[in-house]
């Protein structure tokens, strides 16, 4: 384990995620970068670390935070950027 910093983005979208990626290697961190559906091979190619995430389960972000901590060490910075799907409301809010 390293004594670096440690940033970990959940769900790095193509909108924010390369940038803020970016910025924070620049500054010294080691990045983890969490998704449901992480491209692993292609994470590693550009220096993050993957991790397996799937927001809307409690035990997996756990397992997701254990993870970084484990690989890394415990993140110092957390950008949570994960998509839940709310729909269907039958209230109306005015």
């Known amino acids: 384990m390293s004594s670096e910093l440690v940033a970990f ?3 790095p979208s193509p909108s924010i995620g390369p940038d803020l990626i970016a910025t924070w290697k620049k500054n010294g961190y080691r990045v983890a970068v969490g998704s449901r559906n992480i491209d692993e091979e292609k994470e590693r190619e550009e220096g993050n670390f993957p991790v397996k995430i799937d927001v809307m389960s409690s ?3 756990v ?3 254990e993870t970084v901590a484990k690989g890394l060490g415990p993140p110092n910075i957390v950008a949570y950027n994960g998509t839940t799907h709310l729909c ?3 209230q109306d809010y005015d």
């Open 9 to 11: 983005i959940i769900g």
């Open 59 to 61: 035990s997996s972000i």
């Open 88 to 90: 269907c409301l039958s």
């Open 63 to 65: 397992a997701a935070f």
